[in-house]
């Protein structure tokens, strides 16, 4: 009598059943000439330019040390507070207003330290709408679970910070990882109509290029890419320019780092 085999599939994991594709399904996801789609929710500006909106992704690039961390702060400050800060503003609405800041890189002491230069600009009244989470010791996949189901259950964000990509990936190199990558945060974006902000580093021979096929990916994705740096002439003065945008393009500006803190410069 013949012996039946069971098939195992190749990767280890049970087959899963496609589901099935029928017109219905596709139809959702056309725009029509007759259709009014609003401009979404300004989450963030520079020069009364948007920079991001909700539904979308939108990236910081910059080499180690280039001041990225203090970016963020001015960043984050700018949404707690609402309004106009200096050259920021943001006008996420009540209810959709909560930040959801992953660090995957640096320790928690120094996460506090972020934390706390949040708080001096932002107040104290405004940090229960910030969350933040350190992941620099979770592993890899873990942190990817981690960061999904936060982003998936954290009721009224508008605002995911995920600073720095490449650590939720085992490879920034690999074209199929990459592009995996960039659809889940797209995804993430539209299903849950927020914003998410990733840091990557910017190649150590290209600064006009971040790193790997993730940098190449996300930048083709993202709404806008901003790039940091420091200014050659004193270190402690850090350059932001806005390289690509579906927006227009809004004008450079710095920030000195004086005591530690982040200073808006003005001309």
């Known amino acids: 009598s013949k012996i039946m085999l069971k098939k195992i599939p190749i990767n280890g994991e049970p087959e899963q059943k496609k589901p099935k594709i029928d017109f219905n399904s596709i139809e959702k996801y056309r725009i029509k000439h007759t259709d009014e789609i609003p401009l979404p929710d300004v989450v963030l500006s520079f020069n009364d330019q948007v920079v991001s909106t909700r539904k979308n992704?939108?990236?910081?690039?910059?080499?180690a040390k280039a001041g990225k961390s203090f970016?963020?702060?001015l960043i984050n400050g700018a949404v707690l507070k609402k309004g106009e800060t200096g050259v920021l503003a943001s006008y996420l609405p009540t209810g959709k207003d909560?930040?959801?800041?992953?660090?995957?890189?640096q320790s928690d002491y120094h996460v506090y330290l972020i934390l706390n230069r949040i708080k001096k600009i932002a107040s104290e009244s405004k940090m229960d709408n910030l969350l933040m989470y350190a992941f620099d010791s979770v592993p890899t996949q873990s942190r990817f679970e981690f960061t999904e189901y936060?982003?998936?259950?954290?009721p009224n964000i508008g605002l995911v910070i995920i600073d720095r990509i490449a650590d939720l990936v085992k490879t920034v190199n690999d074209e199929i990882i990459a592009c995996d990558m960039a659809d889940t945060l797209r995804r993430w974006a539209t299903t849950n109509d927020i914003a998410i902000g990733y840091v990557l580093h910017q190649n150590?021979?290209?600064?006009?290029?971040?790193?790997?096929?993730?940098g190449t990916v996300l930048m083709n994705k993202s709404e806008t890419v901003i790039q940091i740096s420091s200014s050659k002439e004193n270190e402690?003065?850090?350059?932001?320019?806005?390289t690509q945008t579906r927006n227009k393009k809004p004008d450079d500006?710095?920030?000195e780092i004086i005591e530690g803190m982040p200073e808006m410069m003005t001309e």
């Open 57 to 63: 992704i939108f990236g910081i690039a910059g080499k």
């Open 150 to 154: 936060l982003i998936n259950n954290t």
């Open 204 to 214: 150590p021979s290209d600064s006009s290029k971040m790193r790997g096929h993730l």
């Open 71 to 73: 970016l963020m702060t």
């Open 236 to 242: 402690s003065i850090k350059l932001v320019e806005t």
């Open 98 to 105: 909560k930040i959801l800041y992953i660090d995957t890189e």
């Open 253 to 255: 500006w710095s920030f």
